[in-house]
């Protein structure tokens, strides 16, 4: 017999423009499903931090730098830059109503309540992949964990963003120097290839090894500058 702590339990379901969103408990954890497509959850995070100590290092000690975290999630990415004092301004761009919604008053109030009373923090509701192609602000980084990599989107109309008018439109928000951090659940070398011929440079990727399967890899380039 299954023990009742290890079947989910939904404790939230939207639909959303974009299709359902879902929330839900699975023993200690909090998971949240896209359209039926595992996301994430609150069991490790380690790869949500480096991609955010990653771009700041590739920063080579720019001051007080400006980053743009694509994708609330889970919250992993922002609390973690909001708890480094040495990041200034911290933009956050999610396009579910619902995420931000259990991050502010909800389940997952917890893992960023501090972030979220950060002055240093906003949090704006939006499709990124628009957000891009109209802001004409600019960033020192862009942290992107929206989907769980290049060639495995949540949604068809993300892919956008990996081709080369998406890494065209990165490029134009980031400042000369600026850095662009990608999050994957396997490595792409094709992706590597889409950042060269978009001009990138000093492209890398950095392994994060995990239980069982490939590593989650987070993609780093710089616009040169």
């Known amino acids: 017999m299954t023990a009742s702590y290890d079947i989910p339990v ?31 959850d609150t069991s490790d995070g380690r790869s949500e931090r480096l991609l955010v100590d990653a771009a700041y290092d590739a920063l080579d000690g720019r001051p007080e730098p400006s980053v743009l975290i694509g994708g609330l999630g889970v919250g992993f990415s922002l609390a973690h830059a909001a708890a480094d004092p040495r990041w200034g301004r911290i933009t956050v761009v999610e396009r579910e109503r619902a995420v931000i919604d259990w991050h502010r008053d909800g389940p997952l109030a917890g893992l960023t309540a501090r972030a979220l009373a950060d002055p240093r923090t906003e949090i704006v509701e939006s499709d990124l992949v628009e957000y891009v192609n109209e802001i004409s602000d600019t960033f020192d980084a862009l942290c992107l964990d929206i989907d769980n990599g290049p060639g495995w989107t949540v949604t068809e109309g993300n892919a956008g963003l990996y081709g080369t008018s998406g890494l065209a439109g990165c490029a ?35 392994e994060i090894p995990v239980a069982r399967g490939v590593p989650d890899v987070v993609h780093l380039a710089v616009r040169p500058g």
């Open 10 to 40: 939904v404790i939230d379901r939207r639909q959303g423009p974009y299709g359902e969103v879902v929330l839900r408990r699975h023993g200690a954890l909090l998971q949240i499903i896209a359209n039926g497509c595992f996301l994430m």
């Open 172 to 206: 134009r928000m980031l400042k000369p120097g600026g850095v662009l951090a990608v999050w994957s659940a396997q490595p792409s070398p094709e992706f590597e290839g889409s950042l060269r011929n978009a001009g990138f440079q000093r492209i890398r990727t950095e």
